[in-house]
């Protein structure tokens, strides 16, 4: 097949998997990806905006700075926000520089376009600017899609962004749809763990269940290496105790990894080429990706029974909040990103009731995916629609009543979707 050819069904791999994420991963292993990059580059079908990262981008300040003059060149006004936070006495804080952020980058344009970071693993070093990223895909505006091309995976949850439905992982002309960071390959492994990420989180070995941690930290250590491709000693330390001095976190983390190890029995994490990561040699079972990949796998398919097998997996998987009772910041993202994924879940499983003619059980499960978030107003305005089509109209303002009062209390008000789906209830 020639060249043009591979480039061409790449592109309509992009088009078919990608069209509908915000964020787009082209696997480190994709052979053709840099082409695909060149060919998004040079056959815009919306405007494009391109920087690729480079051996000065040792730092944030240095990758504000080179990003900021390179969009500056595509789009003469980007960094006006950005630029009076560097005129102050004193550094903005991530938070604020995350948001000036932000505002340059959705004034980049006001119709839909592609934001390309090109030779990304130019920053592998750079922790800070991985840590820039992790909080920017969380404020990326809605007309932006961003497209991440490197020789190594971002130090990014892409687990909790593709379950959420945000990111997809594109390998040439397919996409990842399990196994998303550890190649679990190993022949007959030595160790094999059982991880329960949804619910408590704990961890089974051939012993039964590890109930000796000796304090939490060891266990969310475990989890949180878990979570990402790979991790740098300086991302845990800032992540778990950012009070104390380098050398001071430095010693609480060896104490926590011995913990963990002695917890397990085995050396859980290994560390190679700077990084740390679950040991290779141990093959992991874990809920958390099987959920993720139960949903993948269902959103792709077009039969309704496979599909309705596949939501429901996912929804058997989710065995409550991602660490329930921990509130921690990375937990509590994480949290809500799968709590995304089941939310969806429930939805399509009512769509396929409906779709056979069970509107009663429809009404059932969607009653009771709104329970797990009070506040997620597109199940309310499905469940509002349902006691309509049922011809129950009376419970549909009911239940917007009852909607508004509680948004009230919290002092929120309706979204502009739902007042508008009630007042045409309303009035048929």
């Known amino acids: 097949m020639s060249l043009q050819k ?93 948001q000036a952020f932000i505002r340059d980058v959705t004034e980049l344009s006001e119709d839909n376009f592609l934001l390309i970071l090109d030779e990304f693993d130019a920053t592998d070093e750079a922790d800070e600017v991985h840590a820039f990223w992790e909080r920017i895909v969380h404020f990326l505006p809605d007309h932006c899609q961003l497209i991440i091309n490197g020789r190594s995976e971002p130090r990014i949850p892409w687990v909790s962004l593709i379950a959420r439905g945000q990111a997809v992982i594109l390998r040439d002309n397919d996409i990842i749809r399990d196994n998303f960071y550890r190649h679990d390959t190993v022949e007959n492994p030595d160790i094999y763990l059982n991880t329960y990420g949804f619910g408590p989180g704990y961890v089974q070995h051939d012993k039964g269940e590890v109930g000796e941690w000796e304090g939490h930290l060891p266990r969310l250590l475990f989890f949180f290496v878990m979570d990402r491709p790979v991790v740098t000693r300086a991302e845990i330390c800032d992540t778990f105790w950012p009070e104390l001095t380098i050398d001071q976190a430095v010693n609480v983390f060896h104490v926590t990894k011995r913990r963990l190890h002695k917890a397990l029995g085995f050396d859980a994490l290994v560390h190679q080429d700077g990084y740390y990561q679950i040991n290779p040699t141990i093959k992991v079972d874990y809920d958390v990706e099987n959920f993720t990949t139960a949903l993948v796998k269902a959103r792709e398919t077009e039969d309704s029974k496979e599909a309705l097998q596949l939501f429901q997996q996912a929804v058997d998987l989710y065995g409550g909040p991602f660490l329930q009772g921990h509130t921690e910041e990375w937990i509590v993202e994480r949290r809500d990103d799968f709590l995304y994924g089941y939310l969806e879940a429930m939805q399509s499983i009512a769509k396929i009731r409906l779709g056979d003619q069970r509107p009663e059980q429809a009404l059932a499960i969607l009653n009771r995916a709104v329970n797990e978030h009070e506040f997620y107003e597109p199940i309310h305005r499905d469940i509002m629609q349902l006691y309509a089509d049922l011809g129950r109209r009376s419970e549909a303002a009911g239940h917007y009543q009852k909607l508004t009062a509680m948004l009230k209390e919290n002092g929120l008000k309706p979204e502009t979707e739902t007042i508008e789906l009630y007042n045409t209830l309303m009035t048929q």
Not at 10 to 32: G, M, N
Not at 41 to 59: H, I, Q, R, T, W
Not at 60 to 70: E, K, S
Request: aromatic share 12%; charged share 20%; proline share 8%.
């Open 6 to 98: 591979l480039i061409a069904n790449d592109y309509k791999a992009f088009q078919h998997f990608a069209a509908e994420k915000q964020i787009v991963l082209l696997h480190p292993e994709s052979r053709l990806r840099s082409m695909l990059v060149a060919y998004l580059l040079s056959n815009p079908e919306k405007p494009v905006f391109y920087y690729a990262m480079g051996p000065n981008d040792v730092n944030l300040r240095a990758f504000i700075d080179g990003f900021t003059h390179d969009l500056a060149v595509q789009h003469p006004v980007f960094g006006r926000h950005l630029f009076q936070l560097w005129n102050r006495s004193s550094p903005p804080d991530m938070e604020i520089l995350v």
